[in-house]
């Protein structure tokens, strides 16, 4: 688990987070939604320790951020797993190198155990006989299940996406949204994404929370986001026509039941 504990963070004396407190569980899909510029990864680079928060704390099942030495903070960057943007693969490396690569740098296995759990999360992630390949000769699809597999590898306790599904069609969206739930529920991660896709915020939202303006206006789950009553949320949540059809066809049922 990890919590933000009324988290505030300025640039050039300018507010961007305000007092946001929230908690992200373990063994779940923990989702930090919001338009462009709200600041969620303003938030997610202070949750890493990418950034530090001039107020508030970053907790790690009950280890202090701020706390730590160099040593310790070393320790918890080997229990994170970084699954960025673009992927952020290495062009000149094949599959095989690119899971490698954090296990050469950071493992203490032997050479062959190495490339026994390279093997694994390659096979795991759904990307058997594609080892020799390079980034250039797989699809968009393929290369984020690439960076999953190299994000695991560690085996990590806590695991960060940023924009998973950025560029992707919505078919491979939704297979890259059930890789990433059914390893967090596999092997019991405390898993952090951000996203604006809200197909993920139904497809795996399991725990939400929505930041507006640099402030937490809503927590909840695909389950109770349709029943807010935070007009921020739902301006987000029906900006597009899709989910303006959904919500006149709730708005529908409801007056049928009265």
Request: charge should be negative; glycine fraction near 8%; proline fraction near 3%.
């Amino acid at each position: 688990m990890i919590e933000a504990k009324d988290v505030s963070k300025w640039f050039d004396g300018v507010q961007i987070l305000h007092n946001i407190s929230a908690t992200f569980e373990t063994g779940k899909t923990n989702l930090i939604i919001g338009q462009s510029g709200s600041g969620k990864t303003v938030l997610m680079k202070c949750l890493i320790g990418l950034m530090h928060p001039e107020q508030g704390e970053i907790v790690y099942d009950g280890r202090r951020l701020r706390d730590m030495d160099e040593e310790q903070r070393k320790r918890l960057h080997m229990e994170i797993g970084m699954l960025f943007q673009g992927s952020a693969l290495f062009d000149n490396l094949t599959v095989l190198g690119n899971v490698m690569f954090p296990l050469k740098m950071f493992s203490p296995l032997s050479r062959a155990e190495q490339l026994e759990r390279a093997h694994f999360c390659i096979d795991r992630v759904g990307l058997v006989g594609a080892d020799a390949k390079y980034p250039s000769e797989i699809s968009g699809g393929m290369q984020k299940r690439v960076a999953i597999a190299r994000a695991i590898a560690l085996n990590p306790r806590y695991l960060f996406c940023d924009e998973p599904n950025s560029g992707l069609d919505p078919k491979t969206s939704i297979l890259i949204d059930e890789l990433l739930s059914d390893i967090t529920h596999e092997y019991g991660i405390t898993t952090v994404i951000n996203t604006h896709d809200m197909n993920s915020v139904l497809g795996i939202g399991e725990n939400i929370v929505f930041i507006n303006k640099g402030h937490c206006d809503w927590t909840g789950n695909d389950r109770t986001i349709f029943r807010s009553t935070s007009e921020s949320l739902n301006d987000f949540v029906f900006a597009s026509k899709l989910f303006q059809e959904v919500k006149q066809y709730l708005e529908r049922d409801a007056e049928s039941r009265k």
